[in-house]
């Protein structure tokens, strides 16, 4: 079982940009898909981007589409949402996940992951 962190989450006016982290250990990065997710109080958890193992593409639900950039370095065994024109809708808590080794994805679906990390806050305001 792999284990992930998140770090990079903070305090940000509506505009600015955050770059979260999300690291994993007890296995290597490189055989494994990885998504972000995020959750506000009372309501479901959502998926926000996600990038693939074979051919390195990446997805994004349509909110982030154009301000959000997820990256992944297989040799720090880290990726990356980078987050510009942060909005206060942006605000909650921001969780990392790996699906199956090896396995396909699209855009992120809860159902496909398995190994989560703790999450890291966010908050967006003035």
């Known amino acids: 079982q792999v284990q992930l962190v998140e770090s990079g989450g903070g305090l940000v006016q509506p505009g600015g940009s955050l770059r979260l982290s999300c690291t994993l250990s007890?296995?290597?990065?490189?055989?494994?898909?990885i998504a972000w997710f995020r959750q506000a109080p009372g309501k479901e958890r959502e998926g926000v981007a996600s990038?693939?193992?074979?051919?390195?593409?990446?997805y994004y639900t349509e909110s982030v589409k154009g301000r959000f950039s997820i990256s992944r370095d297989n040799v720090k065994n880290t990726v990356y949402l980078q987050m510009n024109s942060l909005e206060p809708d942006d605000t909650p808590v921001y969780y990392c996940?790996?699906?199956?080794?090896?396995?396909?994805?699209?855009?992120?679906?809860?159902?496909?992951?398995?190994?989560w990390g703790q999450g890291t806050p966010v908050t967006v305001s003035p």
């Open positions: 007890g296995s290597t990065l490189d055989i494994y898909p």
């Open positions: 996940a790996a699906a199956a080794p090896r396995s396909r994805i699209g855009l992120p679906r809860l159902q496909a992951y398995s190994s």
């Open positions: 990038i693939s193992v074979r051919d390195g593409n990446t």
